[in-house]
């Protein structure tokens, strides 16, 4: 192949409907950006399963709701002309261990690569490959968010490997005073507190699970707090990404985050670690490196080592059909008795579960992030223009697009946007990109970024 090939990647996919049924010409003209790249991957955020298993059931811990799909989104994506999944996510043990295995299932019955999740932790962080036309494309995928138990677990000679996603954990810096203020309210609630004296650290966790642990480093004149990645998930994800890099004409490297950065407390600002992640994947050898999942609902985008990272470009597929929960959905913190109650029905449940968490409309306030989810001004898709060559990435396209609300059946669904719409999305990734330097030019309602 000569002269470029196009890459498209998504954020989340979060859908329970057929797409393919849909005929608006605004729907159609969003998926056919990544139905005409010559390599598409999308981040499948949901596990794909249809109720059918005894091993399906809701896990004792979720996020905003226990998300999934039927298996049948898999032939979905490869309608959307998907190459490349990535399912590393805080969702992807919604429906426990039953809903990932399915989810593989489902997957790999679609002839879809997948990447991010596995049977223990090598299958998880092992790389994906795709062979196409244009070359071979490898993703290796993982995620920061995660319940505890969803944490994929090595295999050892006398133990099995545990089932789950590959993880990137992280840990926060802070100067001794915070240290000090922090370790001594903790301990005032009865908290275990435990302390290396030999390295500066410390660890916070729950009495009884000394496992579950929230990591500390001290650093004088750290001031304000910082986060760094889990040195031994690091070399992990970066191995991979140097084995996939060896045997492919291009790696692409995922990260799903949901943090922000703490001292700039807004919801669109990307943490320390996540940076730290997308420079290291670069140097590693990543093409391009994705990293997303914050719903703020889009980040910014830079240049580093020749390397675009794209700190967020915000959900493809939101929302969905409302579908049955477990009880946990109905009995969170701040739901009233009725809607705790087993006389409750899934509409009491979902009209409460934003105004649980400080919601608009409710008397909780949401203190950190300052921002919260958001949904305002819309998402991109990046497409990145590669060189057939080289199979280094030239340009990064960015495609503006907002959530269809035309009908019941498209709602979620994304759709193109020019005009207005598309300049204050694109004006939104100017303002983003720019503390990284990189400032993106617009032409026809499409951003684009150099790659030098």
Known sequence: MTGTYR???????????????????????AVEVLRSADVAHAHLEIPLHDFDRDDVFGA??????WYRGPTSIAGELRWLGVDLVSTASNHALDYSYGGL????????????????????????????????AAGRVALVSATSSFPAFAR???????????????????????????????????????????????????????????????????????????????????????ESIRYARSVSDLVAAHLHVQAWDGADGRMS??????REFG?????????VVLIQGAHAPIRGIEVHAGTPILYDPGPLFRLGRREPQPHDFYTRWGNSPPVSSFDAGLLDAFGARDTALGGAGDAKVTLSPREGYAHEPGFFVPVCDVDAST???????????????????TTGFPVRVTGPAAKAILDRVADLSAPYGTRPSVADDIGRVEIA
């Open 7 to 29: 890459l498209a990647l998504t954020g989340d996919v979060i859908m329970n409907t057929r797409v393919s049924a849909c005929r608006d010409p605004d729907v159609l003209a």
């Open 60 to 65: 004792a811990e979720g996020a905003m709701a």
């Open 269 to 274: 600002s990307s943490p320390a670690f996540a």
């Open 101 to 132: 295995r399915s989810t593989c299932t489902a997957l790999d019955s679609a002839g879809l690569a997948h990447a991010g999740t596995g049977a223990d932790l090598a299958a998880a962080r092992a790389p994906a490959f795709a062979d196409t």
């Open 152 to 238: 994929a677990g090595a295999a050892r000679t006398d133990a099995a490997g545990r089932p789950g996603v590959n993880p990137l954990r992280y840990f926060h810096v802070i100067d001794p005073a915070t240290a000090d203020r922090l370790i001594a309210i903790v301990a005032t609630l009865g908290v275990g507190v435990v302390r290396d004296t030999g390295s500066g650290e410390f660890v916070i966790h729950p009495p009884g699970l000394h496992n579950t642990i929230w990591r500390f480093r001290v650093a004088t004149g750290q001031y304000p707090p910082t986060s760094r990645c889990d040195e031994s998930d690091l070399a992990g994800n970066l």
């Open 279 to 287: 420079h290291a994947a670069a140097e590693a050898g990543a093409a």
């Open 391 to 409: 199979h280094r990435v030239t340009r990064v396209n960015v495609y503006p697009m907002r959530w269809s609300r035309a009908s019941r059946a």
